[in-house]
């Protein structure tokens, strides 16, 4: 109720206020602090003394707020000290409250989305408590901030209490968004992950409607991007999942959401929206659910691991704009070695990189070869 987190809180909010000496106490008369400087072990002799006014939170009391002015200006400020501190008591605690609570929402999915094993029918019980729908279908989302606003959200300069205020106005945000244009579909959830990360469960309505609602959401993500953005007043980069059914496809699908942006913003910059589709080849990697296709991903990335001279020819014609007299300048080669060399992956993966797509893919392979070792710790 009244702690040294809380007086310190009160006492510099009331300093702002009330220009006297007010010292916030236990009701043992413990100082815990004040708008002025004193000694840090002080004990008042509360009982009895006119200069120390009770404090009362919830019909308990908690302390006292002690005036340290001249006697005879205590009667006019006693009321008006009393009133003003239980006031800003009131509303340190009740903001503390909605952070924790925010707090441990986002802990929970953050758990639930990174668990190797999910026990569905323990998490749906657990969802319960912050009234979450996790039988409600979803697919996963993931923000990240860009710009200034992505630096401060990253960084350890700002107040744990400075950093809530930022997150709680971006979540706003994005669900303000999100609801203005799918204004049936707003069972949406976010939740922060660090840094400059964000996760949303985006509602995809009931399981009859599933189909056509994901068709129209992915159809509008330009859209939506742009009116997210516009709320935040940043620019972001949006990665997204695919549709997976259950508690446990959420966590899949927040994996493909989290690599899409990422190795998004690795090759085509940031501020963009990218969907697990638009990786090609790579996409059943990432997702893990079409075993066929995985396994060949799996292949094709032994073959590019094993074999250095093709990454990095691979990233020189692709840095070149896919010039051959300039590659075979980098890499000082003839220009016949380098057509030997193109040849030779063309055959060896089945994908020509000298057809953009499909050196896309190639490429998008590479970056996953490496991006994967770096990532596993947060993906999981």
Not at 11 to 32: A, E, Q, Y
Not at 60 to 84: H, Q
Not at 275 to 282: E, K, P, Q
Not at 359 to 374: C, G, T
Request: charge should be negative.
């Amino acid at each position: 109720m009244l702690n040294s987190g809380t007086s310190t809180i009160v006492t510099g909010k009331l300093s702002n206020l009330l220009p006297k000496k007010v010292i916030l106490t236990d009701i043992r008369g413990n100082c815990l602090s004040s708008t002025h400087t004193i000694s840090r072990n002080k004990i008042l002799e509360i009982e009895k003394d006119v200069k120390a006014v009770p404090l009362f939170y919830g019909g308990v009391p908690v302390g006292y707020a002690y005036i340290d002015e001249p006697s005879e200006t205590i009667r006019p400020l006693a009321n008006l000290v009393k009133s003003m501190v239980e006031l800003l008591i009131h509303q340190v605690n009740i903001s503390e409250n909605i952070i924790s609570k925010d707090q441990r929402q986002d802990k929970f999915i953050y758990d639930l989305l990174n668990s190797e094993e999910i026990d569905t029918e323990l998490s749906l019980a657990e969802s319960k408590v912050f009234d979450l729908n996790l039988k409600r279908s979803r697919i996963v989302l993931t923000l990240l901030v860009n710009g200034e606003a992505g630096k401060n959200l990253s960084s350890d300069e700002l107040s744990l209490n400075d950093k809530e205020i930022i997150i709680s106005r971006f979540k706003r945000g994005v669900i303000r968004g999100l609801d203005s244009f799918y204004t049936r579909l707003n069972e949406n959830v976010i939740a922060y992950f660090g840094k400059n990360i964000f996760v949303i469960l985006k509602d995809l309505g009931e399981e009859g409607e599933v189909s056509k609602n994901l068709d129209h959401f992915k159809a509008t993500l330009k859209i939506i991007h742009k009116i997210v953005k516009d709320e935040l007043r940043t620019d972001i980069t949006i990665g997204v999942g695919s549709y997976h059914q259950g508690v446990t496809g959420l966590r899949d699908s927040y994996k493909e959401a989290y690599l899409a942006s990422q190795l998004g913003e690795e090759l085509w910059g940031t501020n963009e929206v990218f969907n697990i589709d638009d990786f090609g080849v790579v996409a059943p990697l990432l997702s893990g659910i079409n075993e066929k296709n995985l396994e060949f991903s799996q292949k094709m990335l032994k073959k590019i691991s094993n074999e250095d001279e093709i990454g990095r020819t691979i990233d020189v014609f692709f840095e070149s704009s896919m010039s051959l007299t300039r590659t075979s300048k980098i890499l000082k080669i003839h220009r016949n070695t380098l057509v030997y060399r193109l040849d030779k992956i063309t055959e060896t993966l089945g994908l020509d990189p000298r057809i953009f797509e499909e050196a896309v893919q190639i490429k998008l392979a590479l970056l996953f070869n490496q991006f994967s070792k770096d990532s596993e710790a947060v993906v999981r």
